[in-house]
């Protein structure tokens, strides 16, 4: 009886959790211009109106290269760190790695806060390079986490032998090492460019006047009135960010199956 219950409860949490996401993408599809029940018909007259309007347009733009080039960011810091957190004596390893790691345990409007505070105090005004670094530094830190566990399980006596055979650290690096970390470094990757695309709170503070990222972009269509175009919008934005880390996922464990095989 009582571990029914507990199903029974674990349900009702999840339906609380996702039945709202399920309405969002079924009312998409619905061909009255009222986001209500019951739908009038089957469309994707939303969609098309979606693809045709220029605001949302640039904002996707803005999000996928703001995006990418935290991704790209994000790994290459990522990557280099572990390697010097794991691999080498580094003094105040342990600091290092709780300071490197302390984004994500600080809620994100108190990060986003302090480091629009900090900038102010130092006169920088809001630009697309701050909102960058902001991104980096909230994403680095799930880089971080991804390739030191990769990282961990690669025995050291691969690169020792590389070495050993006259290759020099470099060469071991990106001959040995990396090709092995390449399933977290994927991985990692893929979560640096999936967080930055979803960020609304800390993009909120960051971004300077006249630029829009998808979710601030949702926002602000939503304070004026809720369109069916948003729910539109709310549907590609699940599939992007449910997607991307599922597809890299199943990427980055083919990528070990072929390394172990």
Known sequence: MGWQLI????????????????VVVLLSFNASQFGSFPMTGFSFRWFVELAG?????????????????????????????????????????NLI????????????VVLAVALLLFLNFLSINKSFFLLLMGHVIF??????LVVQ???????RDYEEA?????????????????????????????????????????????K????ETVPTQIFA?????ISPEINALGTVMIFLTVGLPLLGLAIARRMAMQRGG
């Open 7 to 22: 199903r029974a409860y674990t349900l009702l949490v999840y339906l609380f959790m996702f039945l709202p996401v399920a």
């Open 53 to 93: 309007n220029d605001a949302i347009l640039r904002a996707f733009q803005t999000s996928i290269v703001l995006g990418a080039l935290t991704a790209l960011i994000s790994t290459t810091l990522g990557v280099l760190a572990s390697l010097a957190l794991v691999r080498y004596e580094v003094p105040g390893r």
């Open 97 to 108: 790695s709780t300071l490197l790691i302390a984004p994500i345990l600080v809620p994100e």
């Open 139 to 144: 994403t680095l830190p799930f880089v971080i």
């Open 149 to 155: 566990a990769r990282l961990v399980g690669i025995r």
């Open 162 to 206: 590389a070495l050993s055979l006259g290759a020099s650290p470099v060469q071991a690096f990106f001959q040995i090492t990396l090709p092995l970390l390449a399933p977290a470094v994927f991985a990692g990757m893929l979560f640096a460019f999936t967080i930055s695309f979803d960020d609304i709170t800390g993009t909120l503070f960051w």
């Open 208 to 211: 300077p006047g006249g630029v």
């Open 221 to 225: 269509m939503l304070r004026n009135s």
